[in-house]
């Protein structure tokens, strides 16, 4: 018998299986284990045979995702048909035949046996002792294959398929696990069904208001409270593959890799066309647009994730996010009510990162993209302290700060137009509202360091989410009907209701006293506000009264009372679960599209939509989505 890590097997071929349903489900199923990765970088993978799984049941289907996907017809109802479950079932409730069914001849049926390989990717771990990648990679996960539709290609992965010899167990104990073992908690190759819908839920708020994420696809119900949780995304490369053939110094598997990643941004038509690399001419163009995309690309990204508090634990082995900034693995994916800058993930060995550190270690993955570039055109790799005034780092720099700056001016309620007139001509007044915006942002309780369920935190004290929220409706009000209008100080907040207005629930006594500074921001952080205001109206022509009203409508549906936080996600994904036996799968995602629409922060999209439509939601729904609102406001403040 071959082994599991072998490309090709001497197992035998199953039988062909008798597909019942409609015809409509034949791009699902021809997702069997293929896909061009395995032929563009074959040293990029351990292959692995699976079975099929005959205990698995549907519990969640993403239909928009799927019609998106080209998977669905456009026309298919959000119905989960008998042809629909019989084929996510043959495609994706399936295991890995791995090393330790091979040792232990562990029994197979042969028409059980499917016909093609599953690839399980190699990528740089910070859980793997040898920090360069000899052994890691997907330890649970393996690609199901890719998918093309309307010009655009797609990746599609599973978790909980298995123990692969890439897990991190596997490079601690040295030897080969058992699919799910109680032993170790890496190397189990199990998923949880919360983890699938917890991702499901957060992953397509994230997608709704604009953050890069990769999205459930499907979750499949396994016993005992497992599942296979299937993913998609338009690349699903991280960075960490490319850094596992850097630290190896494997020139031939870095170069297959990052051409590939390069050519399906192409042709998804994220990049314009680049030339092969068939010249040094060619090559010195190809890869330093790379190292330029990453720069901006991570720039971007990594601002919108301090700006909305998202954590999802950036280091430098490049591994817990996507290549394209996407995010991925949403285990310790975070979103903070506040800015609590300093919770760390506990992950057993170790603490994660914060979420100001996440600039620096985004700014370290720019750094060797760099380093990578130089490998590829030159063949000499370049030591990191030989890039330290690289380009792309001051690119890098440069997008970071534009992307903050303007994510402020977003969620204060100006429009696009207004924000870019007040980067080029008020650059004095934002910088004067940034520094007082985050001297209260910033603040940290007088309680000190505190252990959270996984972790540890050092709470902050102020919500400015309710301040951007709360401030434009008072202005406006005291502005509505005054003639003529009254003086700006006088209309103000005072020192006092502006503290009031910004304290959270974590504030302490001594937090809550008004100090000096506290005044002094708070007088400097609404002057700098009207100045803005003005300057706005000035320019286009408007009354200040006419702004804002303007930002009193559009700050709310920005700065929402209830915003999602990961301990509310954790809660809502548990009402979902804790009523799955009376929840169809369908009711499950008529239940996560209405809260999605609840958390939906674009103006233009509120406007068509108002609040989420429930009228399509049984009586028993709507008692669901009114108790995952209701978490939603009692964890708005927290983790």
Known sequence: MARAGDEETDLARPNARKRTGSASYSRLRRIDGRHPFQRAAPGAYVAYRARRRHDTRVAYVNFELARELGLLPPEHPDRLTAGLRDALLETFGLVIVNE?????????????????????????????????GLSSGDGRSIWNGCVRHRGVTWDISSCGTGVTRLSPATSQHKRFFETGNWISSYGCGTAAIEE????????????????????????????????????????????????????????????????????????????????????????????????????????????????????????????????????????????????????????????????????????????????????????????LGELDDDDVLQLFDDEFSRVKTARLLERIGFETDACETLVRNQMPAVRRLQRAFSSFERARSSRGIVKVPDGITWNAVYCMSDVLRELPIRYAACLDGAVPEPSRDSWMLAPREFLDLALSDYASARDRELTDHRARMAREFQRAYVDLVDAVARHFGESRRAIMRHLAHRAPILNPLARITGDAVDHAAGQLLGRRPRLSPESIHRLIQAFVDDQDQDPQRFEARGRADTRRLSIAEKRVLQNMRRIAREFREGL
């Open 196 to 383: 699938g819908i917890n991702a499901a839920l957060m992953a397509e708020i994230f997608h709704r208001n604009g953050i890069a994420t990769e999205r459930v696809l499907a979750v499949l119900a396994l016993p005992d409270g497992l599942a296979i949780n299937v993913r998609a995304a338009p690349s699903l490369l991280r960075p960490s593959h490319f850094f596992v053939h850097l630290a190896r110094g494997d020139l031939d598997r870095l170069r297959e890799t990052v051409d590939f990643y390069i050519d399906r941004r192409i042709a998804n038509g994220d990049w314009p066309d680049l030339p092969k690399p068939d010249s040094a001419a060619h090559r010195a163009t190809r890869y330093a647009r790379f190292a330029r995309e990453s720069a901006l690309t991570f720039g971007r990204v990594t601002a919108r994730f301090e700006s909305d508090y998202v954590f999802c634990w950036l280091d430098w082995d490049g591994d817990n996010i996507l290549a394209d900034g996407g995010i991925i693995d949403y285990g310790s994916v975070r979103q903070f009510g506040l800015c609590h800058r300093e919770y760390r993930f506990d992950d057993t060995d170790r603490f994660s990162t914060t979420l100001f550190e996440q600039r620096s270690k985004a700014r370290l993955i720019v750094q060797k993209h760099a380093q990578i570039r130089d490998y590829l055109i030159t063949g000499e790799r370049p030591t």
């Open 100 to 132: 330790y069914d091979y040792l232990h001849r562990t029994p197979v049926r042969e028409q059980d046996l499917l016909p093609h390989p599953y690839m399980a990717t190699r990528y740089l771990q910070l859980q793997h002792p040898d920090k360069r």
